[in-house]
């Protein structure tokens, strides 16, 4: 029996204790699916009410940001899942370089997100401030905003993201969490970012591709 | 024996005597404190939801209603269904009871997540706080249904505070619930097979599919409506291309199984009630079990029947109807199994046992009229009058309500150690369900009659039976005083219950009442099944 | 109407009637089905009390033939109900072709009514007996709600679309009306009277109420005011498609669709004409929203409707 699992109230074995941690975190990404999975529910329907003006107002996004985007979050998804391979092995240094380059290019990601919403501003895009666009009227301005309430919802998710990969790599590369045995911890943290991946993945085509 | 609280050698060696400071209780990660932290919570919630309806049916005893003005009915109603569904229905038993019991009943030390578990009272006050700012600062007038565009284009008063309040308290259920499930799935003691689960666990557990699927739902609907208020951004604004439809079937896709939050865990209680009272092994224990289950999944599926006169396609409403219909089966199993419980078993007419036949009683009678409300030519008669507020309130309150006072008279002395004056308990259970049907059947009438609800005036022919009703709230209200009264004063006056007074099977009652901070010694194994009447070890003397 | 006290809704047409009997039915069923819920639990509580030697042996634990058909069989019962409510629903979804239409517009705290030949009325629905009467209305604002309840009826009235309602009202008398959707401060006094009068006072009625002219001519002079003609007028030059016989009938649309030019159709191309655009056309149609009202709209659907089959004329005032 290892000494570096702190058992804590009320478990009475290791792995029942890492069992409900990942029950656990199935079922927070769960609600999370309910939550994105409602506001996806809500534009698919918009997109079949207004065919044309969801085609139109989709032309004015920043595709190749978008798409650029998908590719530098499916790569860090690769990252992740190579960190967790590595943690389960019991390599310190590795796992948390890994789960370090996953960070990076998810700072890439935002950085690219905000120089995005800075064209979207340019353009008149953006609800409440600037100067809008023609476009922003009628149905197509309403799937604009939906656009909005979405990366901006998943933005402020990446970040939570961030802060959870970067706070277990640092107790990783520290030793205050014992590799192979504690690797559930950056399991853990894995989930929840392939998760927030995973809604970039449909968040993209239900937006960006929806250019009829 | 009279003895002041804490004075007891039972008090003091458990979980109540760990610690006397503020901060033994603030910081607690026991999950019998939360509970009473919780408690203390939703009773005051529920005083200032009460508040509201007092101020209702004040209000609607007279046609021309002279105590309020329109505004301040249109907020008071809006008051009390905003505090009376977030702050006190839906926490209430299971944050309450469950909290308490359920790891009790599984033979587990704690609830999975006992951090996690305070955090959500937290949070859940902190939503309170947020909203009852709001309603003092002058409150909303929208009706707790925010439907729009009134509450996002025309709406004057706080609507943006309450909803943010609304959505903080979500988080709290939504963490209840997956504590719950990770408990269920990970913690029961050895031998505690799915199949030897009291059904009042099978029912949280239920409930806790609806809290982590449905509530996030409603987090997304509110913070669109918020976007749309503050920001303008016209979702639901149809001059811009959005449908105000749209919100109804977003918010009640959430607020219909809320309404299964808010019974399941009452159903749950009125299983140990019965099988308690009685003397005996539930009937059917896979059929009752499986209801809750059935219960949670199909009311997913029935959210329409709020809309049938909306505007929506009348052959939605037509699936709808035939859900809604289905969704009323296991429900009624769940009352003929309990009916069926009492046959040949050994019945004592206990407060636990009066308070679930009240429950059965009442929760049928409002069942019923949730039937005649899917069905579709009726329902385009009595939409949205005093029918469906007769009806939701028979199953909220005679339900729900007695549900919750229900397992407080049962579990109080395990709670507490402290025993109640049963003639007491007995008195309140049959002046609630005087009371409740004064008030509550004359608007089953009046909605057939045609008077719509919300109205803080009436035309005066629809007098009398709203005299009635109101008649009868002031009945309830002494049989809602009065177990705060007789409980109160157990507290330093009632004698020692002792591990088991009611002779009940389950986990929860092998142990010390109340109980030692850590549940039990030693893990239980479980080789027996559950409601194991009659108990084959003899119950300690009191 | 007994200003006391009144023991049950008048009713004022079949439709309530039935709806009525519907609702007797199934009270019996549901207590036939609960009566024995009642019943023996409070006896089985008394029976089997503690300390009565009666017989306790061989206690069922569960009997899966009886729950089986203790679920199926009210089911089924229900389902009765079901398909006797759906089919009083639906009768009550499609009007008959021939029915009057009345325009309705709800706003912050009135109801509105506009009847063919212009006869207008605030709070007060005045129909004839004996007749189908078909309802379309809007809301200018929030959601509101029309209940009838001599009818057993309701329906909501939305902003930015036409719902209807339609029914054959058989009793003369005075009924209730009422708004039953919250719509803020003066929901409970957004209400009035329903008059139902035979046809004969009905058109005594109509010739009494004062009018700017019918609902089609006064669409028609809006349409002239607007300069609607411009473009869709036999003299026009501009490429505007022809609107006689128009109203009722399919339209293909440049993307494909093919939809029916019903109120809301016609009310969506005088706000949003840039929606949906005819097959062949550009779309260089302006849009008139905040130049008319919804009680414009309404005559302008009254006047196309008008020239629906007939070939393009002045209507008859």
Redesign the interface.
């Known amino acids: 029996m290892s000494d570096y699992v702190t058992l804590?109230?009320?478990?009475?074995a290791r792995r029942?204790q890492s069992?409900?941690d990942f029950?656990?975190m199935y079922?927070?990404l769960?609600?999370?699916a309910?939550?994105f999975?409602?506001?996806m529910c809500?534009t698919f329907?918009?997109r079949a009410?207004?065919?044309?003006?969801s085609a139109l107002a989709a032309r004015q996004m920043q595709l190749w940001i978008g798409a650029a985007n998908t590719g530098i979050l499916l790569t860090s998804s690769l990252f992740v899942a190579l960190g967790v391979q590595a943690a389960r092995e019991g390599g310190r240094r590795m796992t948390a370089g890994m789960l370090g380059a996953a960070m990076a290019l998810g700072v890439l990601f935002l950085a690219l997100k905000g120089a995005e919403y800075g064209l979207d501003y340019k353009d008149g895009l953006m609800?409440?401030v600037g100067h809008p666009s023609p476009v922003r009227?009628?149905?197509a301005?309403?799937f604009i905003?939906?656009y909005f309430?979405a990366t901006a919802?998943h933005a402020l998710h990446m970040a939570i993201g961030l802060a959870v990969l970067g706070t277990t790599a640092a107790l990783v590369l520290r030793g205050a969490k014992q590799l192979p045995q504690q690797a559930v911890v950056v399991e853990m943290s894995g989930l929840y970012w392939h998760f927030v991946d995973v809604v970039w993945v449909f968040l993209f085509p239900l937006f960006y591709l929806a250019r009829g | 024996m009279n003895a002041p609280p804490l004075q007891t050698r039972e008090e003091r060696v458990s979980y109540l005597g760990a610690g006397h400071s503020l901060r033994s209780w603030l910081l607690t990660t026991d999950h019998k404190r939360i509970a009473i932290l919780y408690l203390v919570a939703i009773t005051i919630f529920f005083a200032i939801a009460a508040v509201g309806a007092a101020l209702i049916r004040l209000q609607l005893m007279s046609p021309a209603g002279e105590i309020l003005s329109h505004e301040g009915y249109n907020r008071a109603f809006t008051l009390h269904g905003v505090v009376m569904v977030w702050f006190f229905l839906i926490p209430s038993i299971p944050n309450t009871f469950g909290n308490f019991l359920i790891p009790l009943m599984i033979g587990a030390k704690d609830l999975a997540f006992p951090r996690l578990n305070l955090a959500s009272w937290y949070i859940f006050v902190i939503g309170g706080i947020v909203t009852l700012y709001a309603l003092i600062a002058g409150g909303v007038d929208t009706g707790w249904t925010f439907y729009t565009p009134l509450s996002t284009m025309f709406a004057n008063g706080h609507v943006l505070a309450v909803i943010t309040g609304i959505t903080i308290a979500g988080f709290s259920s939504i963490l209840t619930g997956l504590n719950f499930i990770v408990t269920v799935h990970k913690l029961r003691a050895p031998g505690m097979t799915w199949g030897r689960l009291p059904l009042f666990v099978w029912s949280h557990y239920a409930t806790s599919v609806i809290l982590v699927l449905a509530t996030p739902v409603l987090a997304m609907t509110l913070v669109l409506l918020g976007a749309e208020r503050a920001l303008h951004l016209g979702v639901f604004d149809p001059t811009i291309g959005g449908d105000p439809l749209l919100f109804q079937h977003l918010f009640w896709f959430y607020s219909h199984p809320a309404v299964y939050i808010m019974i399941l865990p009452a159903m749950g209680v009125v299983s140990e009630l019965v099988t308690a009272g009685a003397r005996k092994r539930v009937f059917g224990y896979w059929f009752v079990a499986c209801a809750s289950l059935a219960i949670a999944g199909v009311g997913f599926l029935v959210w329409g029947h709020h809309m049938f006169v909306s505007g929506q396609s009348p052959y939605a409403g037509a699936i709808f109807s035939f859900l809604s219909l289905a969704v009323a089966v296991p429900s009624a199993v769940k009352v003929y199994n309990w009916t069926a419980t009492l046959y040949k078993g050994e019945v004592v007419l206990d407060p636990p046992l009066l308070y679930g036949m009240a429950f059965v009683g009442l929760f049928t009678i409002g069942g019923l009229s949730g039937l005649m409300l899917a069905l579709l030519a009726i329902d385009e008669h009595v939409h949205d009058t005093y029918f469906v507020v007769a009806h939701f309130h028979y199953i909220m309150v005679g339900g729900a309500v007695s549900g919750f006072l229900g397992a407080a008279h049962f579990w109080w002395p395990k709670i507490t150690g402290r025993m109640y004056p049963l003639v007491w308990g007995r008195i309140s259970a049959g002046l609630i369900f005087l009371g409740f049907n004064l008030t509550f059947f004359p608007q089953y009438l009046l909605g057939y009659l045609g008077m719509p609800r919300r109205y803080p005036t009436y035309p005066p022919q629809f007098q009398a039976l709203n005299v009635l009703s109101s008649a009868g709230a002031s009945v309830l209200f002494v049989a809602y005083v009065l177990p705060l009264a007789y409980f109160t004063w157990s507290l330093r006056n009632g004698r020692a219950a002792g591990p088991n007074p009611w002779d009940a099977s389950g986990l929860e009652w092998t142990t010390p009442s109340p109980p030692p901070k850590h549940n039990f010694d030693e893990t239980p194994v479980v080789d027996r099944p559950a409601y194991d009447y009659p108990l084959t070890r003899a119950a300690p003397d009191e | 109407m007994n200003p006391f006290f009144q023991a049950w809704p008048p009713e004022a047409s079949l439709h309530a009637v039935r709806v009525d009997q519907l609702f007797v039915a199934f009270t019996v069923l549901t207590v036939a089905l609960t009566a024995p819920v009642f019943v023996l639990m409070g006896g089985f509580a008394l029976y089997y009390r503690r300390g009565r030697d009666v017989d306790r042996t061989r206690a069922p634990r569960g009997n899966w033939r009886l729950e089986t058909a203790w679920t199926i069989i009210p089911f089924l019962l229900a389902l009765v109900f079901f398909g006797w409510a759906g089919w009083l629903f639906f009768g009550q979804d499609r009007p008959p072709a021939d029915a009057l239409t009345i325009d309705v517009v709800a706003k912050q705290w009135m109801w509105k009514f506009e009847h063919p030949g212009g006869q207008r009325e605030i709070d007060e629905l005045h129909v004839p007996a004996g007749e189908p009467v078909r309802l379309v209305m809007t809301s200018q604002d929030v959601i509101h709600s029309l209940f009838l309840p001599a009818l057993r009826l309701k329906q909501d009235v939305l902003p930015g679309r036409y719902t209807s309602l339609w029914f054959k009202a058989d009793l003369p008398g005075v009924y209730a009306l009422r708004c039953s959707q919250f719509c803020g401060f003066d929901h409970s006094v957004m209400a009035g009277r329903f008059v139902v009068m035979t046809p004969a006072d009905y058109s005594r009625w109509l010739q009494q109420a004062g009018t700017d002219g019918s609902l089609a001519w006064q669409g028609f002079q809006r349409f002239r005011a607007l300069g609607c003609s411009g473009c869709h007028g036999p003299a026009s030059t501009r490429r505007a498609p022809k609107l006689e016989g128009v109203f009722g009938h399919p339209v293909a649309l440049d993307d494909g669709r093919v939809v029916t030019a019903d109120e809301q159709y016609v009310r969506d191309s005088i706000l949003y004409p840039a929606r949906e655009v005819a097959a062949g056309y550009a779309p260089i149609m302006p849009t008139f929203a905040g130049q008319v009202s919804e009680t414009d709209l309404l005559e302008l659907v009254a006047y196309l409707k008008s020239i629906g089959t007939a070939p393009a004329q002045e209507p008859a005032p």
Not at chain 1, 49 to 53: D, I, K, L, R, S
């Open positions: 804590r109230e009320p478990y009475a029942q069992d409900a029950l656990g079922v927070f769960a609600t999370e309910m939550l999975g409602a506001l809500l329907m918009y009410e207004h065919p044309q003006a609800p409440v009227e009628g149905p301005g309403l905003d939906l309430i919802l």
